[in-house]
């Protein structure tokens, strides 16, 4: 959950209507970000890795896990097909020799 832009976003329309936003402004509010790749996957790990750990101490937290994980699968599924922009785009030039060393 990308917090910082929603709540800059809500300050905006909260406190200035449409109207009175240049185009510009306007335009920085509804920019698509990039997803770091080095923030959100460190992330992940270090939720998994905890799970893994404290599992043979308390199997409880298994089940709270895999909750996490379900409910993140959903948001970043949601985030990268609509919300994020891909930083490069090669068209499909890699897949044949991706296929070909497998």
């Not at 709540?7 to 109207?19: D, G, N, T, W, Y």
């Not at 509804?30 to 750990?53: A, D």
């Not at 949601?78 to 499909?92: D, N």
Request: charged fraction near 15%; hydrophobic fraction near 45%.
């Amino acid at each position: 959950l990308r917090v910082a832009p929603l709540m800059r976003a809500l300050f905006m329309k909260v406190f200035f209507s449409e109207q009175t936003l240049t185009q510009r402004e306007l335009d920085q509010i509804y920019k698509k970000r990039n997803l770091h790749y080095g923030w959100e996957y460190p992330n992940q790990l270090l939720v998994i890795v905890i799970c893994f750990t404290y599992s043979c101490i308390s199997p409880v937290i298994l089940p709270v896990g895999a909750v996490f994980f379900i409910a993140s699968l959903l948001v970043y599924k949601y985030q990268v097909l609509f919300v994020y922009t891909p930083i490069y785009e090669s068209g499909g030039i890699m897949f044949p020799s991706a296929c070909n060393r497998t």
